[in-house]
């Protein structure tokens, strides 16, 4: 008699809740993240450029984890290293450890259809 299994079964009931719970909270940050990207892309008086000078303070044509934890702390928030670091690195397309505004377009654009 051959026994067949869900392919889910290897989770203990416990660990499948968590797993579930995991995937819902990333569905539910990816949604909004692409909500707030569409309603900048409708926004007029939002332009790109100036946003990604605005972190680039320094003008270099990239930025990297200073900048984004002084952005981030400049407007009353605390970001440890380990955090900002963590944004560099889901933007960072070419792994060189900064975002270049080519990356940083990328991100900003929405990556659905817009919605009214």
């Known amino acids: 008699m051959q026994v067949y299994y869900?392919?889910?079964d290897c989770f203990?009931?416990?660990t499948a809740v968590e797993f579930r719970n995991v995937w819902r909270v990333h569905f539910k940050t990816e949604a909004q993240t692409e909500q707030a990207r569409q309603r900048l892309h409708r926004n007029p008086q939002?332009?790109?450029y100036e946003a990604f000078n605005c972190v680039d303070h320094l003008k270099r044509g990239e930025f990297g984890t200073v900048e984004v934890k002084r952005l981030i702390q400049a407007r009353g928030f605390y970001v440890s290293d380990k955090?900002?670091?963590l944004i560099i690195l889901k933007v960072d397309q070419d792994?060189?450890?900064t975002v270049d505004f080519?990356?940083?377009r990328w991100e900003m654009t929405?990556?659905?259809a817009m919605r009214a």
């Open 95 to 97: 792994d060189d450890g």
């Open 83 to 85: 955090e900002a670091s």
């Open 6 to 8: 869900r392919r889910d």
């Open 46 to 48: 939002f332009n790109l």
């Open 102 to 104: 080519n990356e940083f």
């Open 12 to 14: 203990f009931a416990d």
């Open 110 to 112: 929405p990556r659905s």
